[in-house]
Protein backbone atom coordinates (compact mmCIF):
# COMPACT_ATOMS: atom_id res chain seq x y z
CA UNK A 1 0.00 0.00 0.00
CA UNK A 2 1.36 3.46 -1.29
CA UNK A 3 0.20 6.58 0.61
CA UNK A 4 1.05 10.12 -1.16
CA UNK A 5 -0.06 13.19 0.61
CA UNK A 6 -0.86 16.53 -0.75
CA UNK A 7 -2.57 19.95 0.30
CA UNK A 8 0.01 21.29 2.33
CA UNK A 9 1.01 25.14 2.54
CA UNK A 10 1.00 28.01 4.44
CA UNK A 11 -2.22 30.06 5.35
CA UNK A 12 -2.99 32.74 8.00
CA UNK A 13 -4.54 31.82 11.00
CA UNK A 14 -8.58 31.60 10.63
CA UNK A 15 -7.97 30.15 7.15
CA UNK A 16 -8.37 26.61 5.81
CA UNK A 17 -6.76 23.86 3.71
CA UNK A 18 -7.81 20.60 2.44
CA UNK A 19 -5.76 17.25 2.36
CA UNK A 20 -5.66 14.76 0.15
CA UNK A 21 -4.02 11.37 0.46
CA UNK A 22 -4.17 9.17 -2.32
CA UNK A 23 -4.03 5.34 -1.70
CA UNK A 24 -2.41 2.40 -3.91
CA UNK A 25 -2.26 -1.05 -3.50
CA UNK A 26 -4.54 -4.25 -3.38
CA UNK A 27 -8.15 -3.59 -1.72
CA UNK A 28 -7.39 0.16 -0.23
CA UNK A 29 -11.02 0.65 0.63
CA UNK A 30 -10.69 -1.95 3.03
CA UNK A 31 -8.04 -0.55 5.48
CA UNK A 32 -9.46 2.22 8.11
CA UNK A 33 -7.55 5.36 7.80
CA UNK A 34 -5.92 8.12 9.97
CA UNK A 35 -4.59 11.42 9.62
CA UNK A 36 -2.05 12.03 12.02
CA UNK A 37 0.65 15.32 12.63
CA UNK A 38 4.19 16.00 14.28
CA UNK A 39 5.44 19.08 15.03
CA UNK A 40 9.01 20.27 15.45
CA UNK A 41 10.65 19.23 18.71
CA UNK A 42 7.16 17.21 19.62
CA UNK A 43 5.98 13.46 19.46
CA UNK A 44 3.55 12.69 16.28
CA UNK A 45 -0.02 13.01 17.73
CA UNK A 46 -3.38 11.51 16.30
CA UNK A 47 -5.68 13.99 13.99
CA UNK A 48 -8.11 11.98 12.80
CA UNK A 49 -9.06 8.45 11.73
CA UNK A 50 -12.21 7.06 9.14
CA UNK A 51 -13.30 3.53 9.57
CA UNK A 52 -13.11 1.50 6.12
CA UNK A 53 -17.08 1.37 5.66
CA UNK A 54 -17.02 5.53 5.74
CA UNK A 55 -19.59 5.49 8.77
CA UNK A 56 -17.67 6.30 11.27
CA UNK A 57 -14.85 8.98 12.53
CA UNK A 58 -13.35 10.25 15.11
CA UNK A 59 -10.97 13.15 15.80
CA UNK A 60 -8.63 14.50 18.40
CA UNK A 61 -9.97 16.95 20.76
CA UNK A 62 -7.77 20.04 19.60
CA UNK A 63 -9.10 19.59 16.41
CA UNK A 64 -12.84 18.65 16.76
CA UNK A 65 -15.72 20.76 15.13
CA UNK A 66 -12.65 22.48 12.67
CA UNK A 67 -11.18 19.53 10.76
CA UNK A 68 -13.31 17.00 9.07
CA UNK A 69 -11.99 13.40 7.41
CA UNK A 70 -13.68 12.32 4.65
CA UNK A 71 -12.97 9.36 2.08
CA UNK A 72 -13.69 8.39 -1.59
CA UNK A 73 -13.32 4.38 -1.94
CA UNK A 74 -14.00 4.45 -5.88
CA UNK A 75 -11.14 7.23 -5.90
CA UNK A 76 -8.82 5.72 -3.50
CA UNK A 77 -8.49 9.02 -2.31
CA UNK A 78 -9.09 10.63 1.45
CA UNK A 79 -9.68 13.81 2.92
CA UNK A 80 -9.11 16.07 5.50
CA UNK A 81 -10.60 19.10 5.57
CA UNK A 82 -9.10 22.09 7.63
CA UNK A 83 -10.72 25.16 8.62
CA UNK A 84 -10.32 27.74 11.64
CA UNK A 85 -6.65 27.15 11.49
CA UNK A 86 -4.56 28.09 14.16
CA UNK A 87 -0.51 28.52 14.26
CA UNK A 88 -0.94 25.47 16.48
CA UNK A 89 -2.12 22.99 13.86
CA UNK A 90 1.58 24.12 12.14
CA UNK A 91 2.81 20.53 11.53
CA UNK A 92 3.81 17.75 9.17
CA UNK A 93 0.40 16.10 8.15
CA UNK A 94 0.96 12.24 7.81
CA UNK A 95 -2.02 9.64 5.98
CA UNK A 96 -1.76 6.43 7.72
CA UNK A 97 -3.40 2.97 6.68
CA UNK A 98 -4.26 0.25 8.81
CA UNK A 99 -5.50 -3.30 8.17
CA UNK A 100 -8.28 -2.56 11.56
CA UNK A 101 -11.86 -1.82 11.66
CA UNK A 102 -12.87 0.73 13.55
CA UNK A 103 -11.16 4.36 14.07
CA UNK A 104 -7.49 3.46 15.37
CA UNK A 105 -6.45 6.33 17.45
CA UNK A 106 -2.83 5.15 18.10
CA UNK A 107 -0.22 5.24 15.40
CA UNK A 108 1.38 1.73 16.57
CA UNK A 109 -1.92 0.29 14.80
CA UNK A 110 -1.39 1.66 11.08
CA UNK A 111 0.52 -0.53 8.83
CA UNK A 112 0.92 2.18 6.14
CA UNK A 113 2.32 5.76 6.28
CA UNK A 114 2.68 8.51 3.65
CA UNK A 115 5.66 10.97 3.70
CA UNK A 116 3.88 14.05 4.92
CA UNK A 117 2.69 17.34 4.01
CA UNK A 118 4.37 20.19 5.69
CA UNK A 119 0.90 23.04 7.10
CA UNK A 120 2.06 25.88 8.10
CA UNK A 121 -0.31 28.68 9.62
CA UNK A 122 0.89 32.23 10.75
CA UNK A 123 -0.34 34.28 12.98
Known amino acids: EQLVESGGGLVQAGGSLRLSCAAS????????MGWFRQAPGKEREFVAA????????YYADSVKGRFTMSRDNAKNLVYLQMNSLKPEDTAVYYC?????????????????WGQGTQVTVSS
Open 96 to 112: AAATLAGTPASGYEYDY
Open 50 to 57: ISWSNSYT
Open 25 to 32: GRTSSNYA
